[in-house]
């Protein structure tokens, strides 16, 4: 088990399944932030909590991990990452990817650093699993932390569908 991280009133340690709910308010809470109105005049705010409270329960421990900012032993920030094995190829022969999701901090406690201390502990879990390909999604927001850090732009193509 990776050990707890202490400076002074902060403290950034693995969520445990106990946290589950504390994640799942915090993905919807960024959710909002990111996407506003046009969330919540499309999806419905009991099914979609439900939806994604059993997402939790399925896959965290699984392929799922995350880690979370106390700040005075009340939890304030978290992020996620999710484990993809791909085949194999040359710019990454293992074919493991990992996904960051889920990068939240509480309007109270952020510019203290907290995201850039769980984004350092979420690419260190992907590098000690040998994984050479660490991918996110940006917000407007987050864009200049994951920048600083290495990040860029890449060639990434979706469709949606209507189903």
């Known amino acids: 088990m990776t050990p707890q991280i202490n400076k002074g009133r902060v403290s950034i340690r693995p969520a445990t399944s106990s946290d589950s709910a504390t994640l799942v308010e915090f993905r919807l809470a960024m959710l909002a932030d990111m996407f506003g109105e046009e969330m919540s005049s499309k999806v419905d705010p009991r099914a979609f ?30 992020a996620g990452l999710i484990w993809f094995d791909h085949a194999p190829g040359p710019a990454n022969p293992i074919g493991r990817e990992a996904y960051i999701l889920n990068v939240y901090t509480r309007p109270e406690a952020r510019r203290m650093g907290l995201a850039r201390a769980l984004m350092e502990r979420l690419v260190e879990e992907a590098r000690t699993a040998g994984v050479r390909k660490i991918w996110l999604r940006a917000s407007d927001d987050g864009r200049p932390l994951y920048e600083s850090m290495g990040f860029r732009a890449a060639n990434y193509l979706e469709l949606l569908t209507d189903s």
């Open 49 to 78: 909590r439900e939806a994604n409270e059993r997402w939790v329960d399925e896959h965290f421990g699984r392929d799922f991990i995350a880690w979370i900012a106390d700040l005075d032993g009340k939890p304030v920030a978290s």
